[in-house]
């Protein structure tokens, strides 16, 4: 089983930028690739961006296209996620999540385990 626990949300400012967090507890990331998704109030979660067991990252969502960067540490067994040029259209509860598999997907049911979030707020 995989554990992860995101962290690096809070309250900015239209515009600004933060760094999520996703701390992973497993025996070996080798094999395992890493979903970032988002749920905004009143909406389906939906996919952001995945980093595979080989370290190249995929973005999924046009709206954030330009606006993201991904990056991975190994050696901390942390993922993360920088969201830059942020609007209140971002505001959303944040989740990492890990899949058995060299490749990304965007789909939420290939994803095996969740963290419990980290809500980013975007308001003046």
């Known amino acids: 089983q995989v554990q992860l626990v995101e962290s690096g949300g809070g309250l900015v400012q239209p515009g600004g930028s933060l760094r999520l967090s996703c701390r992973v507890t497993?025996?070996?990331?080798?094999?395992?690739?890493i979903g970032w998704w988002r749920q905004a109030p009143g909406k389906e979660r939906e996919v952001i961006s995945c980093?595979?067991?080989?370290?190249?990252?995929?973005y999924y969502r046009d709206s954030l296209r330009g606006r993201t960067a991904l990056s991975r540490d190994d050696s901390a067994n942390t993922i993360y996620l920088e969201l830059n040029n942020l609007k209140p259209e971002d505001t959303a509860v944040y989740y990492c999540a890990a899949r058995p598999s060299y490749y990304c997907s965007d789909e939420a049911a290939s994803y095996n385990d969740w963290g419990q979030g980290t809500l980013v707020t975007v308001s003046s």
């Open positions: 497993v025996l070996n990331l080798d094999y395992i690739s």
């Open positions: 980093i595979d067991a080989r370290g190249s990252g995929r």
